[in-house]
Every structure is written in C-alpha cells, then in structure tokens.
C-alpha cells in the first residue's frame, strides 16, 4: 500500500469514527433548558421515531433505500400532510 493509500485509508476511518461519536451523543431537552413549544416538537418527533422503529423494525438511518425512495417516501408524507389541512380548513367553517 502506497503512502497516500495508507493516508486515505487512515482519513477515511477518522471520519467514519467521527461521525459515530456524533451520532452517539446524548442530547438532554428539558423545560428548563427550551421553550415548551420546542420542547413539545423534539418530544412529538422521538415518540414518531419510537412508533416507526416498533411498527417497520427500522429507523432513519437505514441504508435500504435509494434517493428516489427517499423522495417517494417524502411526497406521500406531504401529500397526507396536505389532506389534514384542508380537511381541518374544512371543519373550521
């Protein structure tokens, strides 16, 4: 193996060892530290991570998917998105 090979090879796990640490770290929010209403979205996004987690055995972070799927996957979550709100638009006449 060549010295820049080794060098490369060498960058390549600092970075992967990097961005390891970063996703291992612990993010503590509490009402004493964020306003409610940050508190109240950070709260509604773990427990959609936890019921995604339970119902698919999966979460964000999987590596399954391809860009075009990941595309699919956000279209039809605003296409839902979009029916709530004309459908709250609605009962609110």
Request: glycine share 4%; no cysteine.
């Amino acid at each position: 193996m060549s010295e820049f090979q080794a060098n490369n090879v060498l960058e390549t796990d600092v970075v992967k060892e990097e961005k390891q640490e970063k996703q291992e770290k612990e993010l503590y929010i509490t009402t004493k530290n964020t306003d409610s209403v940050v508190f109240s979205v950070i709260e509604g996004f773990k427990k959609r991570a936890d019921i995604g987690l339970q119902k698919y055995g999966v979460n964000l972070d999987r590596k399954d998917l391809s860009l075009q799927d990941w595309i699919q996957h956000a279209q039809e979550e605003h296409m839902d998105a979009i029916l709530y709100l004309e459908k709250l638009k609605q009962i609110s006449k």
